[in-house]
């Protein structure tokens, strides 16, 4: 994982010399999902660069369209992968919306989401019961997207963290939808010979707080997380969106591992039956390409499984889902998404894999095929 700045607030003198790596030269443009999607300067990496650093330096009163066009940023640091001159574009951007967070308040629903995000068990109970009523709505009056499912697995015991002993990273909204995968790598795990736990009392990660700029809420998130794996040795993150973050919460705690990458290193120890020529997709979210950069040690782990018709979707841009852009620009998140669904309608592929959470969840809505984590089909050919 690329070297991170660390989480304390950054002074005026920190933005500016963040800002001040970057040299204009745009080569970034054409990597940056809604420079491509709207193909505007204020909303590419250089655009909101200039308009960070002009609000930073003083020399500019914020405008409602200026943040617009930071708000529309997915944060998915494609740009930050594509410089050459090192700017560390996604610490510029969390320092610049903490700062948009206290002197622009956040709405109604974005302080909600957030506040469930904290809260995985209450988020659970509303999601169940949101589920339960659309179920019962007649499906021409439908207004809402479908929620999705949650697996067998949600009432997986936490088990405290031993010494030593790696432990599972639960998440927010994971804590219910990504549970059947948590019981996968489990039993992944178990076949490779590792005794993992599910530390207690963990929680969000704050990924989307701290992306929101809400510094405080994420600070809290962070500090409950230090406590819950105070003990723990490893700790297995199955969402590439979480991971980083988490990361930097767990500085001098506990290592952050993709449990990905933690199987990979364990792999002569799995033995798979083969697929039988099943077509599968794989969907390398941004944040692990650009992020985590776990992708080789995925495409690694996938290529144990024998008779599998895997197919790499080329680069078609971010998803849109980008934490809480697809709850709070819904369309544009699925503008994003299309040129992907094109990709994936015509490969013929019977199931999409991807790494992160937020992403599977944007991408089921529309793909028309079951979208999972790997970990989910790699359990299910263990030999
Ligand atoms: S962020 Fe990097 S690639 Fe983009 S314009 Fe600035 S220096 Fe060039
Ligand atoms: S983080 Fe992503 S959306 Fe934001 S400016 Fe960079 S490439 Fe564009």
Known sequence: MPETAPLQALTTANLLALADQCVQCGLCLPHCPTYRLDQLESESPRGRIAYMKALAGGNFEPTSAGDTYLDHCLACRRCEAACPAGVEYGALLVGSRARQAERRPPGLRRRAVLALLARPRLLAGLLGAYRHAWRIVPDGLRRLPEPPVAGPGAGLEPSPAAPGRPS???GCIASSYEAPTRLALLKLLGAAGVDASIAPDQGCC???ARHSGESAMA????SANRAAFSDAGDVLCLAS??????????EGTAPVVDAVA?????????????????RVAL???CTQSAVTGTAPALRRLLAHVPGVDLLELPDAGCCGAAGLHQVEYPSRAAALRAPMLDLLANCGALELLSSNIGCRLHIAQAAGIPVRHP????AEHLA
């Open 262 to 278: 933690f199987l990979e290193a364990h792999a002569a120890r799995l033995r798979f039956r083969h697929a039988g020529g099943r």
């Open 219 to 222: 600070d809290s998130l962070a």
């Open 168 to 170: 599972i990273f639960v």
């Open 241 to 250: 969106g979480c991971q980083e973050t988490l990361a930097q919460s767990l």
């Open 206 to 208: 704050g990924a989307a």
């Open 283 to 285: 969907h390398i979210p």
């Open 375 to 378: 970990i989910d089909f790699l």
